[in-house]
């Protein structure tokens, strides 16, 4: 019988020829992630073993982006039993404040994650690096701990959903309207268990940028893994950020997937999920008068390059919306100056907004952004449950760089079509 | 293994983030993570949790973030179970590795209601509710499962050789 890319992944990293859903396999790990949240759940549970060493030093990242800069100081401390640990066990790629990004964003442009690796990360939005062709999942604090102790996994082999991609994208939509798109089809726990696996033609018109958001939230409708097929734009991206050599697993032709789902992309209009949950996508036709006090432009999801330019040639020459918060952060070093050398910067604080450092402070509530009762945001973050920004009583609306950029001007949800048609 | 208890009911897409908001995420402190356990849900989740309680939920219980503070915070109120409809795979994986014994059964979830007492024999599978008298089946836990659970997670498991 036929096998999937992810299950193909799974048996090469499982010493088997083949494996089949359901199937329970002991996987070698190419890198194992954390950040400062989860990894001292993780070191905690790691001195319980009783082990001198990490299994391999040069396997292990760990990344200082939830509460990095440190916000109190119980966020100081986490960071630094964090750094002591690194330092201690020589891990190679332990990125702190000056080199830090958020992970998702950071270990893609690092050259971290090649096609064909098996990744864990104990954060959930670890599935981003299936747009690059690995199979990539999150995971526990206590799968971090025995993963950086002896470089394995087990795993249950998932079924697939596929998704056939046809059409190219309409002018100001991007991946987080497909994927919001896709989440509003099929539900948040839609794929629960599953890999969603995404080909098709369509495919040669989707950018990176836009492939690692759609991976990025394959989380939110519950799936193990999102993967892409790995096509010349995804090994013209490896080879630019100096990743080791991609393993190309091609889905064979009798693969047998749960549910096949064809997305014309051409279709797909400006997306908006309404709280308290991501599969609340509706388009603009079903979205009335509805008024904001904060943005939010940055994450894991949507804190790339092409998302601040996206944003920027919207906001450029306009002003914020008086009365609206307006915080852009770019998701690494290397874009924020990218953003500065491009101009995006002085788009935005000419316009009225915030340019921060990395971090993911405000997407989770952390900090740098956290609304007040009653308070609404409109934000390109991935997640928009109760109290996810902040208040328990305040609201989070998901969308694309463009919709938030639009938004931002009016200080109502409006479609960039509205802004860029007048 | 045997789990006897009042039920405190919740509904479907219960999400990480309400279970141990992030806001408290600056500790990995067991007691206070479940001092702060379901308050954007249910303010009197705390004061109101007994030890040996069981949990019932609908669908996708867990949703959201891989933050296993969520199942410690859950755990370390005492609660001795959760029964749901289906859990998000993070979190499933997650309440097993540190211990918490969780297990799918939705014929349960909908038999049982709010403060109804449960017993739930894992060994046999068998989800009794000792209030109406009814009785649910489920998969028992597996041997190695048990043993998890049983040495209070994966790690002691591994560290005292009850997992090889």
Known sequence: ?422 | MKYTGNVIKYGDNIDTDVIIPARYLNTSDHAELASHCMEDLDKTFVSRVQNGDIITAGQNFGCGSSREHAPIAIKANGVSLVIAKSFARIFYRNSINIGLAIVECPEAVDGISEGDKVEADMDNGIIRNLTTGKEYRTAPFPEFIQKIIENNGLIQSIANGSIQ
Not at chain 1, 311 to 325: L, P, Q, S
Not at chain 1, 354 to 372: E, F, H, K, N, W
């Open chain 1, 1 to 422: 019988m036929g096998m999937t890319m992810t299950q193909k992944i799974l048996a090469a990293h499982s010493g088997l020829e083949s494996v089949q859903a359901g199937q329970l396999i002991l996987a070698e790990l190419d890198l194992v992630l954390g950040n400062d949240i989860t990894s001292p759940v993780a070191i905690k549970e790691f001195s319980k073993l009783g082990r001198d060493s990490v299994f391999d030093k040069d396997k292990i990242t760990m990344v200082m982006d939830h509460f990095a800069p440190n916000k109190d100081i119980k966020a100081a401390e986490q960071c630094k039993m964090c750094r002591d640990f690194c330092g201690e066990k020589d891990v190679t790629h332990f990125y702190d404040v000056g080199q830090m990004g958020i992970e998702h964003a950071l270990l893609p442009e690092k050259g971290l994650v090649t096609a064909g690796n098996v990744v864990i990360g104990a954060d959930s939005h670890t599935c981003t690096y299936g747009a690059l062709g690995a199979f990539s999942t999150g995971v526990g604090s206590t799968d971090m701990a025995c993963g950086m102790a002896i470089g394995k996994a087990w795993f249950k082999v998932p079924s697939a959903i596929k998704f056939n991609l046809t059409g190219k994208l309409r002018k100001y939509v991007s991946g987080k309207d497909v994927i919001l798109h896709i989440i509003g089809k099929i539900g948040v726990d839609g794929a629960l268990y599953r890999s969603m696996e995404f080909t098709g033609e369509g495919l040669s018109s989707l950018t990176m940028s836009d492939r690692l958001c759609i991976a990025n939230m394959a989380i939110e409708a519950g799936a193990k893994n999102g993967i892409f097929e790995v096509d010349d734009i995804t090994l013209d991206y490896i080879k630019a950020h100096g990743a080791a050599e991609p393993a190309i697993y091609k889905a064979d032709d009798d693969a047998e997937y749960d549910e096949v789902i064809n997305i014309d992309l051409s279709e797909i209009q400006p997306t908006v999920s309404f709280p308290h949950l991501p599969e609340n996508a509706r388009t603009f036709d079903e979205i009335g008068d509805v008024k904001i006090d904060q943005v939010v432009i940055g994450s894991c999801t949507n804190g790339r390059l092409e998302d601040l330019q996206a944003a920027a040639e919207i906001m450029k020459g306009r002003k914020c919306a008086k009365n609206v918060r307006v915080i852009v952060i770019p998701a690494t070093q290397q874009i924020y100056l990218d953003a500065m050398e491009q101009g995006l910067l002085k788009i935005f604080i000419e316009s009225g907004a915030v340019v921060s450092t990395p971090t993911c402070g405000p997407c989770l509530g952390g900090y740098m952004g956290i609304l007040a009762k009653g308070e609404r945001a409109i934000a390109t973050t991935n997640r928009n449950f109760v109290g996810r920004m902040g208040h328990p009583e305040s609201e989070v609306y998901l969308a694309s760089p463009e919709t938030a950029a639009a938004s931002a001007l009016t200080g109502r949800i409006t479609s960039p079509w509205e802004v860029m048609n007048k």
